[in-house]
T-cell receptor, first 115, second 109 residues
Framework: DTEVTQTPKHLVMGMTNKKSLKCEQH?????MYWYKQKAKKPPELMFV???????INESVPSRFSPECPNSSLLNLHLHALQPEDSALYLC??????????????FGPGTRLTVL | GQNIDQPTEMTATEGAIVQINCTYQ??????LFWYQQHAGEAPTFLSY??LDGLEEKGRFSSFLSRSKGYSYLLLKELQMKDSASYLC??????????WGAGTKLIIKP
């Protein structure tokens, strides 16, 4: 089973709203990732959690706040977003962060629109 | 700097064969991945190469030449459902995935 689930599938929010994106995996993976993807561009890494600890933060604005409550769950809290933050937000997981063959499996994504 | 190059777009005919090339220059190399991504959907894993040579998986094959910094994805017996973007990604010396911009493959009947 290589399933990563994400909710919601679509989200429309105003610039003053607070919302959260959720991601879950039950593959026993110990690394989890948030990516942002704009149309016709490759995924852009935002955050990496390894063994429930934040290991990489790619200089993401503080209006994006990740949280890893346990090894199966990953949240992305959103606050005071800008219209340019509209994108597909992808969650991925992998077995272990530090090996070459370690493969990332992606969830279906959340399509976010900021008005 | 780190750089991965792929053609932006390719067109092929249903039932034919197509080869999508990827060249890379990265700080270190810990393997190369190919992902398929249909429009509006998530990337799905296709293949991983770390040693030189050809890896075959059904209709899809992936080739790697480390000395040339080159890989290709070969798709045989093309089907309409193969219309998608194909992303090449390399793991660098820090085990970070460096992504190419993707190749949009259009299949015509």
């Amino acid at each position: 089973d290589t399933e990563v689930t994400q909710t919601p599938k679509h989200l429309v929010m105003g610039m003053t709203n607070k919302k959260s994106l959720k991601c879950e995996q039950h593959m026993g993976h110990r690394a989890m990732y948030w990516y942002k993807q704009k149309a016709k561009k490759p995924p852009e890494l935002m955050f990496v959690y390894s063994y429930e600890k934040l290991s990489i933060n790619e200089s993401v604005p503080s209006r994006f706040s990740p949280e890893c409550p346990n090894s199966s769950l990953l949240n992305l809290h959103l606050h005071a977003l800008q219209p340019e933050d509209s994108a597909l937000y992808l969650c991925a997981s992998s077995q272990d962060e530090g090996t070459g063959s370690d493969t990332q499996y992606f969830g279906p994504g959340t399509r976010l629109t900021v008005l | 700097g780190q750089n991965i190059d792929q053609p932006t777009e390719m067109t092929a005919t249903e039932g034919a064969i197509v080869q999508i090339n990827c060249t890379y220059q990265t700080s270190g190399f810990n393997g190369l991945f190919w992902y398929q991504q249909h429009a509006g959907e998530a990337p799905t894993f296709l293949s991983y190469n770390v040693l030189d040579g050809l890896e075959e998986k059904g209709r899809f094959s992936s080739f790697l030449s480390r000395s040339k910094g080159y890989s290709y994805l070969l798709l045989k017996e093309l089907q309409m459902k193969d219309s998608a973007s194909y992303l090449c990604a390399v793991k660098d010396s820090n085990y970070q995935l460096i992504w190419g911009a993707g190749t949009k493959l259009i299949i015509k009947p």
